[in-house]
């Protein structure tokens, strides 16, 4: 069995909850009973934030909760939804009596339960605005399937929808801004090791040596297909590169870019990948206006890195710099 510092594997997810809440009572409060993270002190007369999916992604969601990003975070088992009661009672408790935004990773289990606790919502009188984040290239197909997945790109919502919200932007105006910033976001992946679940006997798959795998999600998916293992430079841009072809990129273009670790990549790796971020894209003519590196959207022990681009709007600097306290995020 692979070795993991639990108690015991289904327990790990709750126990892990308890003790981020235990680390930081004056951010967060962890209701075990109903499986929600709200912040210590819930704010009044602001739109609400919600959001949730499966544990397994830490710092992701509850990391998040805090002034300036969500009021609430609703986990669910390891990469398993959280039930739409779950949902429902989170999506409550982060109304303070001007409605409420849910942020959505685009994943079957998650979208339904959502959906299902926001009519429940609505029914006691709670008005609730959906944001849908699907931004995983790797998935951009032009079949009828379920469409992109959600991955890191649902950072820079929670950010910039937490910042709007704080300001005291109306409920339609915040879910108007988080869908501006999800479909205006890409993210591509790659592993050179898959993450493995706590109890299990081994990784969610087995790469030969010499090969990566491009393309991968952050529940343990495979990707698009494998490449050969190569220095950062070469793996890292061929992450960039798609996503700069997605979007449009060009010289003169200025972006938000996330660098991000998927939960068993050391910090030293990140910085070398967000170093080749930086002239990778300056050597296209394309400026990073805000940057951030480190591990925030993972794939439990994924050895693995993650690049998301955002196109840099004027309007969305000021809500990115906007102060923020929670804690995987503060400035």
């Given at each position: ?191 050179l090791t898959a993450g493995t679940h706590p109890g299990a006997d081994g990784p969610a798959f087995v790469l030969p040596d010499g090969e990566v795998e491009l393309g991968v999600g952050i529940h343990g998916e495979r990707g698009t297909g494998r490449i050969p293992f190569a220095d950062a430079d070469t793996l890292i841009a061929q992450l960039v590169d798609p996503v700069v072809a997605a979007l449009g990129l060009r010289r003169g273009s200025a972006v938000i870019a996330i660098v991000n670790g998927l939960g068993g990549t050391s910090p030293l790796d990140v910085s070398v990948a967000a170093r080749t971020v930086h002239h990778h894209l ?50």
């Amino acid at each position: 069995m692979h070795r993991h510092i639990v108690n015991r594997p289904e327990q790990a997810a709750e126990e892990a909850l308890e003790g981020l809440a235990l680390t930081h009572p004056h951010l967060l409060a962890y209701d075990r009973a109903v499986g929600i993270v709200t912040r210590a002190q819930p704010a009044r007369d602001k739109v609400g934030l919600v959001s949730g999916g499966g544990s397994g992604h830490e710092p992701l969601h509850a990391g998040f909760v805090g002034v300036g990003m969500l009021d609430v975070a609703v986990p669910g088992a390891l990469f398993a939804s959280p039930t739409a009661l779950q949902v429902h009672t989170g999506t409550v408790a982060a109304d303070s009596g001007r409605g409420v935004v849910q942020i959505v990773k685009n994943y079957t289990g998650d979208v339904l339960n959502f959906q299902i606790a926001g009519e429940l919502a609505e029914d006691d009188a709670v008005k609730t605005e959906v944001v849908l984040v699907d931004d995983d290239l790797a998935t951009d197909a032009e079949d009828d399937g379920p469409g992109r997945r959600g991955t890191a790109a649902v950072l820079a919502v929670e950010k910039i929808c937490g910042a709007a919200a704080e300001a005291g932007t109306d409920l339609v105006e915040v879910a108007a801004l988080g869908r501006r910033v999800a479909r205006s976001a890409r993210t591509l992946s790659l592993a050179l090791t898959a993450g493995t679940h706590p109890g299990a006997d081994g990784p969610a798959f087995v790469l030969p040596d010499g090969e990566v795998e491009l393309g991968v999600g952050i529940h343990g998916e495979r990707g698009t297909g494998r490449i050969p293992f190569a220095d950062a430079d070469t793996l890292i841009a061929q992450l960039v590169d798609p996503v700069v072809a997605a979007l449009g990129l060009r010289r003169g273009s200025a972006v938000i870019a996330i660098v991000n670790g998927l939960g068993g990549t050391s910090p030293l790796d990140v910085s070398v990948a967000a170093r080749t971020v930086h002239h990778h894209l300056g050597a296209l003519g394309v400026t990073i206006e805000r940057s951030l590196a480190g591990s925030y959207v993972t794939s439990l022990d994924m050895h693995g890195i993650s690049v998301t681009l955002l196109p840099a709007d004027a309007d969305l600097l000021p809500l990115w710099d906007a102060p923020v306290r929670t804690p995987a995020l503060t400035w």
